[in-house]
């Protein structure tokens, strides 16, 4: 039947790759299903469209949106919504603002600990991808101040500082409000790095359609206890790589390995469509 992997990334946000990179990666790993879920855009998605069916890709819909809930960012993985929706583009197109505010207020930030960087830096590394803290981290390497993606996040980019970086973001219920109106579905991105079982039970109360079962960052057992909280939820069970096209990323060996059945797959479709047909 074909594997599949809903977590994608390329140019178009953080990732390495550019859209035909990646599309020939799928193939030769032997993807049949793919969702490239760049963060808070679908312009990968959208220039994705046309060659991947050419090369007999199933290309999902999809986005890994950036959320407030409780004051805290976290991410929202948006699957099969329809792409032509004026509420969902909106919703998109202020993400890309929020984002930018975002960068700029941390350069700040870092401006007054000393760094000596610009946001014009940051933004030409990102080029026209969608800008976040991976390409200030580029700088930084380039600058000198550290050696690593990860060591930039632990020194300059994960502190208190950073963290509580006022931002624009979507807040939860409004993103689940456009999402579902859009005839798409909803699923808690990676949550074994960043909740407890409690939070994440909490955040599913918001009536989000499923988790990220499977996903580099889980242990088998997390993956087991995610999965046995899907079912008895009766939410879709998703899952991915988290493919960024990083040398030093840990999750980038995963590509290929880490995926999901089709058959979580078909009740992903399946959901999105009934959800549609109610709309329409």
């Given amino acids: 039947m074909g594997k599949a992997d809903l977590h994608i990334h390329t140019k178009a946000s953080d990732?390495?790759?550019?859209?035909?990179?990646?599309?020939?990666?799928?193939?030769?790993?032997?993807?049949?299903?793919?969702?490239?879920?760049?963060?808070?855009?679908?312009?990968?998605?959208?220039?994705?469209?046309?060659?991947?069916?050419?090369?007999?890709?199933?290309?999902?819909?999809?986005?890994?949106?950036?959320?407030?809930?409780?004051?805290?960012?976290?991410?929202?993985?948006?699957?099969?919504?329809?792409?032509?929706?004026?509420?969902?583009?909106?919703?998109?197109?202020?993400?890309?603002?929020?984002?930018?505010?975002?960068?700029?207020?941390?350069?700040?930030?870092?401006?007054?600990?000393?760094?000596?960087?610009?946001?014009?830096?940051?933004?030409?590394?990102s080029g026209n991808g969608n800008v976040g803290r991976p390409h200030a981290a580029m700088v930084l390497i380039k600058k000198g101040y550290v050696s690593s993606v990860p060591e930039a996040f632990i020194r300059y980019l994960g502190t208190e500082k950073v963290k509580t970086v006022e931002t624009k973001y979507i807040k939860i219920d409004d993103v689940i409000d456009v999402v579902k109106k859009a005839g798409g579905v909803l699923s808690v991105a990676h949550p074994g790095r960043l909740f407890t079982m409690d939070e994440v039970n909490e955040l599913l109360s918001y009536e989000l359609d499923g988790i990220e079962c499977i996903h580099p960052s889980h242990t088998f057992t997390l993956q087991r206890q995610f999965t046995e909280l899907a079912k008895s939820k009766d939410l879709l069970i998703t899952g991915g790589s988290d493919f960024h096209g990083k040398n030093n990323s840990d999750y980038d060996p995963y590509f290929g390995v880490v995926t999901l059945s089709q058959n979580h797959v078909a009740s992903l479709r399946r959901s999105a469509a009934n959800r549609k047909r109610i709309l329409a």
């Fill in 15 to 125: 990732g390495m790759l550019s859209v035909a990179e990646l599309l020939d990666k799928v193939v030769k790993k032997g993807l049949k299903t793919v969702s490239i879920t760049d963060h808070d855009t679908i312009d990968g998605y959208l220039e994705a469209q046309k060659p991947a069916a050419d090369m007999g890709i199933e290309l999902i819909p999809g986005v890994e949106l950036t959320v407030l809930w409780k004051s805290m960012e976290v991410h929202l993985l948006a699957y099969d919504f329809d792409i032509q929706d004026e509420s969902f583009l909106s919703m998109i197109a202020n993400q890309k603002i929020a984002r930018r505010l975002r960068m700029k207020k941390i350069v700040e930030v870092l401006k007054k600990d000393g760094v000596e960087i610009d946001y014009d830096e940051i933004r030409a590394v």
